[in-house]
Structure formats: C-alpha cells, structure tokens
C-alpha cells in the first residue's frame, strides 16, 4: 500500500525551529516529488514546497510565505522526506502535510502532524 | 499568489447534482490543464478525487467530474449521496514553480 505519514509536530514558541519528518512506503522515493502542504486551523489548504526526484537532482522550490526560513530535505535510503522550520512565527500554525505528488498532483496525502506556534 | 475561488458552500439533496466553481486567472486555471480537486472530511486528510482537470484516479466513483472554461474550474457530483457531504478544494500550477488552491466548499447533503 502506497502511504505516507507524518511526525514531529508539538508546540514551538515564536523564532524557534521544528523538524518535521514524513516517512514513506509503498513506493520509490527516489522515482518522486514530495510536497508539504499546511492547513491553518479551521482555514483552507496552502502549497509549502516541494523536492523533486532523483532524475531532477532534488530540487526545492517554496511558497513566498516560506522561503528563506523553510527547508525540504530528503533522505532516499530511509524513504523519508523532512521539512526543516526556523524562524516560525504564529502565523505558521498549521496541520502539516506531506503528500506524493505527480504532474502537480498530490496523491496519496499523510494524516498530517500539528505545529503550533505560541509562547 | 491569491487562492482560487470557490463559493463557501454548495448544497443539494440525495440524488441530486451539486456543481462547485473554481475561478482564477489567465496566470493559473486559464493557463494550465493542472487543475485538481480534493475532498476533506471533518479531521482527515484531503483525498484526490480528480485531477489535470477531468481525469478521475481508480477508485473515485464515476458520480465525480471535472472541466473547465477559461478561467473558470467546476466539480460536479452526480447522485448526491451521504457520504459526500465534506469540504472540496480546487487547486492549480501557477507557474514559475508555484502552486495555489481554492477557499474551498462545504458540500451540504439535505
């Protein structure tokens, strides 16, 4: 089965930094792009970013509202993908998302990780 | 880059048709066939219901469709049933690199 899940979510107060983890199965990590996606509570979706595949050298690309404090990781040889935050602020509470993505397609998503930005 | 937009709900009877909007620009809708829409259910995850505007993945029932006319993105889905009350969200490329959704749409079944 095709899956991805997410962990390393909790309670951060404004400046710090959190590392969130998304392991994968089911799937060659290598072969894909991965994106992270945040939904704000009770708001709707938003693009984070995203790394491409191997074939692609692993590029990252990122929403304006992220860039320069997010990073997008990727480690093949675990199946695992990590979204680096530094510098968070309140307004980056959210339920994170990794999610499988193909011709800007996301499929299948995780069941999401909470970070909550507050002091 | 500004969210698509979509009307905050949309509603219809068992059996019924209910059809969502998705309005963009020339810069994304207009631009890409790289639409896709998401179902969420209360707490859950999204789930792709269709993407790059009409394709439909295995194992979402026929009763969903998509197109699209000019800037403009619609879900339908045919023979309401239950379990398809949740919100639904558009998104699209927008070009250089970047991706946006819609303000999404509570799907009410009476």
Redesign the interface.
Known sequence: EVQVVESGGGLVQPGGSLRLSCAASGFTLSDHFM?W?RQAPGK????VG?TKNKANSYAA?Y??SVKGRFTISRDDSKNSLYLEMNSLKTEDTAVY?CARSS??????????TLVTVSS | ?S?LTQPPSASGSPGQSVTISCTGTSSDVGG?N?V?W?QQHPG?????MI??VSKR?SGVPDRFSGSKSGNTASLTVSGLQAEDEADY?C???AGN????????TKVTVL
């Open positions: 994106d996606v709707g979706l938003e693009w995203r690309e929403a304006a998302y011709n800007w397609r996301f499929d299948p998503w995780g069941q999401g | 880059q969210a890409y790289y896709s998401y859950k995850a999204p789930k792709l993407s790059e993945p969200y998104s699209s490329y690199n970047n991706y946006v959704f819609g303000t999404g």
